[in-house]
């Protein structure tokens, strides 16, 4: 079994230092590790972030795509090899500012893939203007005085998007967040996990010491994961109390399940496809 110190590769890691990223690093490498799964059964595609450097530094099979495109590109690679485990790294900007269109897409229509975002409430690499999941009050640079939008809550975007797994989980608790992505690999449809993830430098207020405070386990509340209700009522729940978890879980149709693609379209036998005349037509 591959150990999580088999995946580190020998590029260096440029996160800032402190930054919640090495927590979702650490996390998804022992998920890896504790469900067995092989490096070349793996594929990470990232968008464009701080969060998609991400890509060079697990050794697996990674591509770092473009800015708010990580599900295009996924979605191909699942469509061609669907043995694979394909797991999308998405930050907040990427993921309902730039490519806002392909999150609701991909989440209804149930490709068996895991979405992790990095969720910092910022945009980091470009250092530090509003993100769509920034509160109405929150002074940023390219904000000096807030914003009119009212902010996207993922967790809830996900579920009236027709997710069928949907978390939320905190880069300061690795176990936690190991024991959700692990949950997530394994589910049988699209996994949707919002990781809370301190920017240490650029977003001053969502700290680790603001969600430490905060976070509680839905696992010890006794919340019900097979309740849409119950888990949009549990999504708004952002102040005092922050709730971690698994919000909710139906299994249904997947996108390869519709399409009765009974084993990946790379193991057909090609040898008979004339693609001559079509080649022709597009010269
Ligand atoms: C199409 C396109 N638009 C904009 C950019 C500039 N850009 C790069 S990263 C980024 C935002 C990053 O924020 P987020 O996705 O939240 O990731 P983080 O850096 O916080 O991990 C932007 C706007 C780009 N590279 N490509
Ligand atoms: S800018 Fe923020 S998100 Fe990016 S590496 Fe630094 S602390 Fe992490």
Redesign the pocket.
């Known amino acids: 079994m591959v150990k999580p110190a088999d995946l580190k590769t020998d590029e260096v890691i440029t996160f800032c230092p402190g930054c919640g990223?090495y927590g979702i690093l650490a996390a998804l490498k022992n998920a890896v590790s504790e469900l067995g799964l092989r490096e070349e059964d793996v594929v990470i595609v990232s968008?464009?972030?701080?969060?998609?450097h991400m890509a060079n530094f697990v050794r697996v099979y990674t591509v770092q795509s473009?800015?708010?495109?990580p599900v295009p590109f996924a979605m191909g690679v699942k469509i061609a090899n669907k043995k694979l485990h394909v797991i999308v790294l998405?930050?907040?900007?990427?993921?309902f500012?730039?490519g806002l269109n392909h999150f609701i897409n991909v989440m209804r229509g149930n490709s068996n893939i895991t979405y992790i975002c990095?969720?910092?409430i910022?945009?980091?690499?470009?250092t530090g203007?509003r993100?769509p999941t920034a509160d109405k009050s929150m002074i940023t640079k390219s904000t000096p005085f807030g914003a009119p939008e009212i902010r996207i809550i993922p967790v809830k975007l996900a579920l009236v998007s027709g997710a069928t797994f949907v978390a939320r989980s905190y880069a300061g608790d690795i176990r936690h967040l190991t024991d959700i992505i692990k949950q997530g690999i394994k589910h049988e449809g699209i996994s949707f996990i919002d990781v809370l993830?301190p920017?240490v430098t650029?977003n001053k207020i969502n700290t680790f010491d603001f969600y430490n405070k905060r976070v509680y386990k839905l696992e010890k509340a006794r919340h019900n994961k097979k309740s849409l209700a119950s888990a949009l009522k549990k999504a708004e729940e952002w102040g005092d109390k922050i709730p971690i978890g698994v919000f909710y879980q139906e299994r249904r149709e997947t996108f390869d399940e519709f399409f009765k693609q009974k084993q990946p379209l790379i193991s057909r036998n090609r040898s008979k496809i004339d693609v001559s005349k079509t080649l022709e037509e597009h010269k």
């Open positions: 990223n968008g464009v972030g701080c969060h998609g473009l800015h708010g495109r998405s930050g907040d900007g990427d993921s500012g730039e990095h969720d910092n910022i945009y980091g690499l470009t203007q993100s993830q920017c650029f």
